[in-house]
C-alpha cells in the first residue's frame, strides 16, 4: 500500500529539490500521491505534474499561503487549481511583492548587524521567484557567520531576532478568497502552530473559517502527536472538514523530515484514512 504527502516544497520556494527531483522521490519513497505546495508560487507546478505522469504517480497542484492570524502567521494550502488561473497568478504576485519589499530590509539589518551579505547572494541561492528566510540562512552558513539553519534562526532571522522584518501578509477571509476564486480547495496547514487552546476557541475558529470557504484541516503533520492527530480529526468531523496529511518536506533545508514522513516518528501514513484522502484530493 503506497503512502500520500500532500504538502512538500521545491526550489520553487525554500526547498532544495527540482520539481521533478521531488516527483521522483516520491515514487522511489513509495509514496503515489504528492501535492507540490511551495510558498506563495506555482511555478513548479506544471514541471511536477509532467513528472508524476512520466513516473506514474498522482500529482496534486498545491501552493502555500501565509496570512495574519491575531498576530500569528497562519498557513493555508490550497489545491487542486488550474496552474495558469490568472486570479491566483495575480494575487500570489501581490504576495511576493510583499517579499520583495522585505528582502532589501533584511539585508540592511544584518549589514548593520556588520554582517557582508547582499541581495544578488541571497536571490543567486534562491534561484527562483520566491526569496525566503532558508535562503538568508544558507547564506550566513556558507559564510561561516552560523553553524546551521537553527543557529541563523534563533540568533538572527526567527521573530523577534535582530534582522527579522515581518512581510505585509493577507487576512484569513482575504487568503481564502483568492484561493477559492482561483478554483483551489483551501485547508488549513500544520493546526498546532496557531496555539489555539480550548476545544471552544478551535471549534469557533474552524466554523469561521470554513464559512469563509476552508474545507480541510492538516490533521497528520509530523509536529503533531497521537492525541493532535485524534484532537484534530474529531475537530474536522464536528465542522464538516476533510483531514489531510503532509510532511512539510523542504530538502535539505529540513532535513530531519523525509518525504511521505508525515507521522511524529517519521513514518508514512497507510491504510483506510490515507485511501479516504486519496479519494477526496481526487473528487474535490
Ligand atoms: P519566510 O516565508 O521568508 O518568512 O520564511 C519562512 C520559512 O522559513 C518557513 O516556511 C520555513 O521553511 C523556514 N523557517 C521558519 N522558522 C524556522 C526555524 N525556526 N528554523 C528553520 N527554518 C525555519
Ligand atoms: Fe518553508
Ligand atoms: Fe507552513
Ligand atoms: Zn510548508
Excluded at 29 to 42: E, F, M, Y
Aim: charge should be negative.
Amino acid at each position: 500500500m503506497k503512502a500520500i504527502d500532500l504538502h512538500t516544497h521545491s526550489n520553487a520556494s525554500d526547498g532544495t529539490l527540482s520539481p521533478r527531483e521531488l516527483v521522483f522521490l516520491a515514487a522511489r519513497s513509495g509514496v503515489d500521491c504528492v501535492a507540490l505546495t511551495d510558498h506563495d508560487t506555482v511555478d513548479g507546478v506544471a514541471e511536477a505534474l509532467e513528472a508524476g505522469r512520466e513516473v506514474g504517480i498522482q500529482v496534486v497542484p498545491g501552493v502555500e499561503l501565509s496570512v495574519i492570524y491575531q498576530n500569528r502567521e497562519m498557513h493555508l494550502l490550497g489545491y487542486q487549481f488550474r496552474p495558469d488561473d490568472p486570479l491566483l497568478g495575480e494575487g500570489l504576485a501581490k504576495v511576493v511583492s510583499f517579499r520583495q519589499e522585505r528582502n532589501p530590509q533584511m539585508i540592511k539589518r544584518l549589514q548593520d548587524l556588520g554582517i557582508s551579505v547582499t541581495l544578488e547572494e541571497v536571490g543567486r541561492e534562491a534561484g527562483g521567484t520566491v526569496i525566503g528566510r532558508p535562503h538568508f540562512a544558507a547564506v550566513l552558513i556558507k559564510k561561516k557567520v552560523v553553524r546551521s539553519m537553527r543557529e541563523a534562526f534563533d540568533r538572527f532571522l526567527g521573530q523577534g531576532c535582530p534582522a527579522y522584518v515581518p512581510k505585509d501578509r493577507m487576512t484569513p477571509a482575504e487568503g481564502l478568497g483568492l484561493l477559492r476564486a482561483a478554483g483551489a480547495i483551501p485547508v488549513l496547514a500544520h493546526p498546532y502552530c496557531l496555539g489555539v487552546g480550548s476545544l471552544e476557541e478551535w471549534v469557533d475558529l474552524l466554523s469561521h473559517l470554513r464559512d469563509q470557504g476552508l474545507r480541510g484541516i492538516e490533521a497528520y503533520y509530523p509536529e503533531h502527536g497521537w492525541a493532535d492527530i485524534q484532537r484534530f480529526t474529531r475537530l474536522a468531523r464536528d465542522c464538516d472538514l476533510a483531514v489531510t496529511a503532509g510532511s512539510d518536506f523542504h530538502g535539505a533545508n529540513k532535513p530531519q523530515v523525509r518525504l511521505g514522513g508525515v507521522m511524529a516518528n517519521g513514518g508514512t501514513l497507510t491504510g483506510d484514512v490515507c485511501i479516504k484522502m486519496k479519494e477526496w484530493i481526487s473528487d474535490v
